[in-house]
């Protein structure tokens, strides 16, 4: 059995519009590498990262903690190093710190032989995005992980349900260079909402679970809305609303904010249209004088994999 790994650990959009907390799908053209490497010294340490200022130390590193909770739970006669070569910026809003923490608990149970399924993969690693985001969730965990659509049924205990993802589907993202920590952009929501308005956040899921299942474009631009946590978000990200309209109007089904922001997500039906959203958007934001990347990706429907 070998003794090291190199891995790829995509970036995810979380929420999906109307699916806060639940819904997410992965992407397929960014993400993070890392190396996982049995050893003879006992525990978990991390020896190298690269690309970000992240810390070393185990307990403080969400790939780090991901890493313990697995390794306390498995006992094994061995211990792990973990290098990270950190792509996806933290605080980007697709999903950093999953990728960390899904990365390292994913390498580990390859090199073990696979004692774990991906839900239990997905426990483990809750605990590491829990450092980062002062909170249990698994909306950029499961996708990271199972790759396509995934909807978090339940916590405790931890159910994950696969939603199909149609063909053709692309999801083109901006991601304007700032800051937006997910245990801040949590402060800001609202602790109660009112009745009119779960009922159409809730109206909105299903039915975008319906179109997911049937491969209904027209259904799916029709579900991509957030009446409850997009208002008070999108206060958080500069000129949020002119990305949306410039993107609707270049062909997206649905426009949105990716997980806590500062990225914005489109989805589109063809990587043609996918570009001309691009286009559309690169034009807007490039006179707004705040840096920014942007991603075309097609759905990840295989999730975190090895990689030579």
């Not at 525990?43 to 200022?53: A, L, P, Q, V, Y």
């Not at 999903?95 to 390498?107: D, E, I, K, L, Y």
């Not at 605990?127 to 950029?140: F, I, P």
């Not at 978090?152 to 159910?159: F, Q």
Request: aromatic share 6%; charged share 20%.
């Amino acid at each position: 059995m070998k003794n090291e790994i190199k891995i790829f650990s995509p970036a995810t959009v979380a929420n999906v519009a109307c699916g806060f907390d639940v819904l997410g799908f992965c992407l397929d053209s960014v993400g993070d590498d890392m190396v996982i490497r049995k050893t003879d010294k006992k525990g978990i340490h991390i020896t190298k990262i690269e690309g970000f200022d992240l810390p070393y130390e185990t307990e403080l590193n969400v790939a780090g903690v991901s890493a313990l909770a697995m390794y306390e739970a498995t006992q094994p006669d061995c211990g792990f190093e973990i290098e990270i070569y950190k792509n996806i910026k933290p605080g980007s809003g697709i999903g950093s710190s999953a990728a960390s923490a899904v990365g390292s608990v994913f390498g580990m149970n390859e090199l073990l032989g696979r004692p774990y399924n991906k839900t239990q993969l997905t426990q483990f690693a809750i605990k590491g995005e829990a450092l980062a985001s002062k909170c249990e969730h698994a909306d950029n965990l499961a996708p990271a992980l199972f790759g396509g659509f995934t909807l978090v049924k339940s916590i405790s205990p931890l159910e994950i349900l696969e939603i199909p993802t149609p063909d053709n589907l692309y999801a083109t993202i901006i991601h304007p260079q700032i800051e937006i920590k997910t245990s801040e952009s949590r402060a800001i929501l609202p602790k109660k909402i009112i009745l009119s308005d779960a009922i159409t956040q809730w109206s909105n899921l299903g039915s975008l679970i319906h179109a997911l299942h049937t491969n209904n474009y027209d259904l799916i631009s029709k579900s991509l809305h957030d009446v409850i946590v997009e208002p008070h978000r999108s206060k958080l990200i500069p000129h949020y609303n002119d990305v949306k309209t410039v993107a609707i109007k270049a062909g997206a089904l649905g426009c949105g904010i990716s997980g806590s922001g500062p990225s914005i997500f489109s989805l589109s039906k063809g990587v043609e249209t996918a570009q001309n959203i691009k286009n559309a958007i690169e034009e807007v934001y490039s006179k707004t004088g705040i840096e920014f990347d942007m991603h075309i990706s097609e759905i990840n429907t295989e999730g975190v994999k090895k990689i030579n």
